[in-house]
């Protein structure tokens, strides 16, 4: 009886942690590889409490790219599966780190170097004056750590955008033996002080298709300003437009919070997927990734681009080739050509040149007849009215509604605006200090408005719901940002088709 009793509590016990699970509450699509017909695509899961949620069964997720339904094969969760990380270490060599800080951070990345595994590899950046490519992709543990061993603070100048681009190239390298899943890591003040360098928004430029997830930490030398909070902003919101993430290093050492990030990295979800509808013809999609927890749905995804390896190499192979009948007619016609000119006898060559002088003389005389006509009065040159550029995007309307005094803003947008209380942002709401700087962004997508969360202290709601990854607007939605809420009317032409 005893021992019957005891098996009944082992079944009970095996059984509690899938029914103790928690329900995913936020979905977040970090990246994707498109190797056509395969794609495998890296999610986060987390819970309400913001702890990573596994395991995902294939069955509760749904992908789509563009109008096409992807074949969801496994997933499976990344810390256990073998396979390695391809890391972009960006570090800064500007002055605006103290030096204390500073052999802490090398300490920190000889760290995050020494625990690479097997099938990982890294490649180091440093950005100040100039950017830099220190070590490219290499496995070899001892190479990086002689590499970080010997990073000095020593310029006056921080390049981070171009530092930025130049890792975000890095990552979309397409070496046969590189790890799918690629990661920048990246410690910054946010401020990029170069004078005509690259803008932040030709960083979000380069996140637009095929990004990689940048995974930052934020450190500033105290005080705080308002403008080193600002750029930590922005530096954050760099990392979560990305697919990344932002710490801000406060209360953690710096090796701590370069643990913590390291871990974050490596908790995603696999999703394998096979489409054999899809053309490697270059065209960039929207891939939406669906998951259903509970009662909970939950919808991200990016923007990628069609491409296979292998597509290149069949290029290079002219068996694979098919002959262009254009070509075939050409090259008929210049033998034709040849042929007759092989039997043609000596005196047509002789007729040939006779009427290649009388041709020339005739060009002659008729050249020396056009100069010596009086060249026309010159005719005053019309005045044109230039008209002035016409601002671009379409223009959204918002109005503020609830208990606030009432007001409107408009802005157009043409990829994307920033909803804050940061001057920065393209609709600004003031006076509310529970509203973030950057507080969300509203994205234009294959013609219809999608709003997400940056990350916000308070989140983002959508007619009193709270959104998690990326929701759809309609016209007369109500966004709540902090205490404010406001109406957006969305134009005729951002409608969603039904």
Known sequence: M????????????????????????????????????????FFGARGTDGTFVSPIDSQQVSVSAGETDLTVDTVTAFSGSGRG?????LADVSKSIQPQQYERLRQALGTWIGSLSGEDQAALLTFGSTVDVVQDFTSNVERLQTRVDSLRPRDQ???????LVQALELGRRRDPDLPERRVIVVLSDGKDDVTGGMTAEEVRERMRVDRTPIYAIGYARPPMTDGKEAALD?????????GGQFIEAGAQSIPETFEDLRQRAEEVHIAELHCTACDADGTVRPLRVQLTSGANTMTDGLRVR?????????????????TDPNLTRNDSYMQAVAAFFAELPWWGYGIGALVLVALAVGIYF????????????????PKMKTKSPEPKGIPL???????????SH????????????????????????????????????????????????????????????????????????????????VPDELQPVR
């Open 234 to 242: 922005k530096l954050g919101t760099f990392a979560r437009t990305s």
């Open 366 to 381: 008729y050249v020396r007849r056009e100069d010596e006509e009086p060249e026309p009065a010159p005719q005053p040159t």
């Open 306 to 322: 069609m491409q296979s390896t292998g597509s290149s190499e069949s290029d290079g192979d002219s068996s694979s080739k098919e």
């Open 85 to 89: 990380v391809a890391y972009v270490f």
């Open 397 to 407: 309307h918002f109005e503020t509604v609830g208990q606030q005094e009432s007001g």
């Open 410 to 489: 408009e802005a157009r947008i043409a990829d994307r605006i920033l909803v804050g209380r940061s001057r920065d942002c393209d609709v600004v709401v003031t006076d509310d200090q529970e509203a973030s700087r950057q507080n969300s962004e509203i994205v234009r997508e294959d013609g219809e408005l999608y709003i997400r969360d940056l990350d916000s202290q308070n989140g983002t709601l959508v007619n009193g719901v709270p959104i998690s990854g990326s929701y759809q607007l309609k016209d007369g939605d109500r966004i709540l940002i902090g205490r404010t809420e406001l109406r957006i009317e």
């Open 2 to 41: 005893r021992r019957l009793a005891l098996l009944v509590l082992l079944c009970v016990f095996a059984s509690a942690p899938s029914a103790w699970a928690q329900d995913v509450t936020t979905l977040r699509v970090s990246q994707a590889y498109v190797d056509l017909p395969e794609i495998t695509v």
């Open 157 to 163: 100048n921080t390049r981070l955008h171009a530092g």
